[in-house]
């Protein structure tokens, strides 16, 4: 609609995309380099490209997840390579969107923050979100980057944490989504971002703890807590390896149910499903997996397995099944279908969404984390 509207163009040609707008967003990737830091190439590249092609006053906006400092380095770029001095401003405005709700974050934000010591950009800023109801933080830019990594750096502290909160509750007997709960109630913690599982994964948590890491060295900042956060995820996934094989006494046909990092998204980049999986193999088990919508991407990913075309075809002569993600339609299965396709009725529940009881009724050995 917004097309027919002529409300939204697309172009493949930078210049007429800069000349046409008033506010450009930088909105390329920003993977980990071989160092950990962000690889900042195509911001560069993209900064000299929309430079080159500046026409009158702009405002360029840093919305990629980019180092402290990146707005003072584009706005560099932009000085150098602009064919005559016209007034811009470069601004930073972290976006905050989770893959796969993506559309409904961008308009129901909890907050919009935008970095600059230009009057004139803050304000071009507030007008252009002003249909978006949130509050908007106007600060200066070395912060409103550092927002960015903190907010992902916290989100992955909470989860490491509830993570390794999880492996002593299995210990001790107790069960980790009764003690997120009861952690929740209290409003100073909250109850988000404290499902115990198999590790974060994505194109974020990971490549963002990694890059404050060296954005901490870079600044003389040994930043233990945050590496050990990573730690955690890291041993999270050998954990349930062994934890795997422990219930198989040998070579074993395992069932995997989900293999995108989370659900509703076909996004296999960093998930816990690739070292799960290899740990697996590793230990001599042969792996027959299904995702409703990650299969195409996994196949980059792992290599030796066989895809099934759903949840019961996985189940059929397989000796356990291991739910990695919790897609909705993994929740509603039939399981006593299940089990009758399975060679032995043995499930291990990564993400703790299925329910113990009514499994252990219907005659499963049910394996969760730490409960
Ligand atoms: C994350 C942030 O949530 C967004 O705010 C941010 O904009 C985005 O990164 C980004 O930097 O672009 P995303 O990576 O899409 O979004 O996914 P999340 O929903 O945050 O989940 C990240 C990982 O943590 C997933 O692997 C998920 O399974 C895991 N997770 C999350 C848990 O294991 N437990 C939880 O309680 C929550």
């Known amino acids: 609609q917004a097309v027919s509207l002529g409300r939204l163009q697309f172009s493949a ?82 976006e905050f969107l989770r893959e796969g709700s993506a559309v409904e974050d961008f308009l129901n934000p909890d907050r919009i923050v935008i970095g600059t010591d230009s009057e004139r950009a803050a304000g071009i800023m507030s007008e252009l979100y002003s249909p978006i109801r ?41 069960d980790v989504k009764e003690v997120a709960l009861g952690m929740g109630y209290d409003r100073r913690i909250g109850f988000e971002f404290l499902r115990a599982g198999p590790g974060f994964g994505g194109s974020c948590f990971p490549k963002d703890s990694r890059a404050m890491l060296s954005i901490a060295r870079g600044n003389g900042y040994d930043f233990q807590l945050l590496q050990g956060v990573l730690d955690v995820n890291q041993a999270q996934q050998d954990i349930i390896v062994d934890s795997i094989n422990g219930l198989l006494n040998e070579k074993s046909r395992v ?54 075309a759903g949840p019961y075809e996985t189940a059929e002569g397989s000796d356990i099944i291991v739910l990695i993600t919790e897609w909705e339609e993994f929740k509603y299965l039939d399981w006593r279908k299940m089990k009758d396709l399975l060679n032995k009725p043995i499930v291990f529940d990564t993400r703790n969404c299925l329910d113990p009881q009514t499994l252990r009724r219907i005659g499963f050995t049910y394996q969760g984390i730490g409960r």
Do not use: W
């Open 134 to 174: 949130a509050p908007l933080m106007i600060t200066d830019p070395a912060s409103a980057e550092m927002i960015k990594y903190a907010s992902n750096c916290f989100l992955a502290t909470k989860v490491s944490f509830i993570n390794a909160m999880a492996n002593i509750c299995e210990a001790v007997d107790a």
């Open 255 to 308: 069932g995997v149910l989900g293999l995108s990092f989370k659900p509703n998204t076909d996004d296999m980049r960093d998930s816990p499903a690739i070292k799960v999986i290899a740990g697996l193999q590793k230990k001599g088990h042969d792996i027959v997996a299904y995702d409703p919508v990650a299969v195409d991407n996994a196949k980059k990913y792992l290599q030796n397995i066989t895809y099934a």
């Open 13 to 94: 040609d930078v210049s007429e995309g800069v000349v046409a707008s008033d506010v450009i967003f930088i909105t390329v990737g920003t993977p980990s380099d071989h160092n950990g830091a962000a690889d900042m190439s195509a911001v560069k590249a993209v900064a000299v490209t929309l430079a080159q092609s500046m026409d009158r006053y702009k405002v360029v906006v840093d919305k990629s997840t980019m180092p402290v400092g990146s707005s003072k380095l584009v706005a560099k770029i932009i000085q150098e390579n602009q064919p005559s001095p016209l007034e811009y401003d470069v601004i930073s405005n972290p």
